[in-house]
DNA sequence: GATTTATTGACATTCATAGTGTCAATATAT
DNA sequence: ATATATTGACACTATGAATGTCAATAAATC
């Protein structure tokens, strides 16, 4: 990351830099977005309307390309995820959590794609991967009761139905809407709880 | 594939040919259940003990190797999918599709997950991905009773359930031992049903 | 406006992978 | 010994990831 010491008026130099590296990213997730899961570096150049490379000056490797492109998406999501619920107790919570992982699912599905396809040839990512599933955990154990955290196969049962790879299984296997597969993830939920 | 006219004893030659065939298949097996799940034809050369040339005389492209690797998958598990269901009613021969569904899962995991994440280049690939998950969805339409078919939301949460993405999930990464991941699909299942 | 400095474009290059053409080497059949 | 089929070895192309180098361009300084 480039440490600028902000001084008032910052080097044009500098910005130029900035927005090339912008660019960038925005061209990777302008094509992702766009449905093609793998793109190359020459795409993105092209896209990003600067040279291939201009994309290996800003970034090392393909792989910070990702990681950058993950930090974009995070900060996109944080603000939701970090939003306290206002729902009174652990089933209205859930419920609001539910909503909030299909919301948030939706929105980075593309991205989320297209790094898992790649997980298997780079560490960064792989980690990335786990770390993600990881999280979708926690974030069940800290707001359901310890009767259901301590039953392990319920809680692996419930945690499965909220993950991001069962919402991408709905909503691009099943080929549902985004409504059916919030009714089917609610529903498998609802009865597990109950 | 070669039509032989099967003579009282076979060409040499032509056996030769056929025993490489089959070996740069085995390779392909043998690496990706080893758990390398994108092997180059220069690997499966290695391991198969003949050139890259041949990998490519016997083999137009790569696809057509997932597709011979697909088609002994599908003949080792045919067998089991083919026989009749022993259990009275479709309660417990629900409960025995979900039994060998997860043998069946487990054993075709990794060429499974080599052949999904070269789905999105891929146009035999990606078909290959959806004709799957068709027959999973139509092996329950043949099982269960039509009061749960005609509830969609139902349905596809039981179709979710019983699919190889899930199980996978479960396994690789929720981390669950065979039995532990079967125990979340029968609860969950069984929490639909009932 | 000239000069300096930083960023980028253009190009050649390497390595890996998928894939092909060609000819010699080898295996098998006659 | 000769003919035929299969394969190995090699050179090659194309694509993609990545790097080195130098000129072109943009921005800052004098």
Not at 2 to 15: C, E, V, Y
Not at 67 to 82: C, D, H, N
Not at 145 to 153: E, N, V
Request: proline share 4%.
């Amino acid at each position: 990351m480039i440490q600028t010491p902000s001084p008032r008026h910052p080097d044009g130099r500098k910005q130029r830099s900035e927005r090339s590296r912008q660019a960038i990213v925005d061209a990777m997730l302008e094509i992702i977005m766009g449905g093609k899961m793998e793109p190359s570096a020459a795409e993105i150049a092209e896209k990003a309307g600067v040279s291939a490379r201009t994309v290996f000056r800003h970034f090392e490797e393909m792989d910070s390309l990702y990681s950058e492109m993950t930090e974009r998406m995070e900060a996109e999501i944080m603000p939701i995820i970090q939003q306290p619920f206002t729902g009174e107790g652990w089933r209205a919570q859930l419920d609001q959590m539910i909503e909030r992982r299909a919301m948030i699912y939706e929105r980075v599905m593309p991205l989320k794609i297209a790094a898992s396809i790649r997980r298997f040839s780079s560490d960064y990512l792989m980690l990335n991967y786990e770390r993600f599933v990881h999280l979708e955990r926690t974030g069940l154990e800290s707001l359901l009761p310890s009767a259901i955290r301590k039953d392990s196969t319920l809680f692996s049962a419930i945690e499965m139905c909220a993950g991001f790879q069962t919402w991408r299984r709905l909503r691009q296997d099943q080929g549902l809407t985004t409504q059916q597969a919030a009714d089917v993830v609610r529903l498998t939920i609802s009865r597990l709880v109950d």
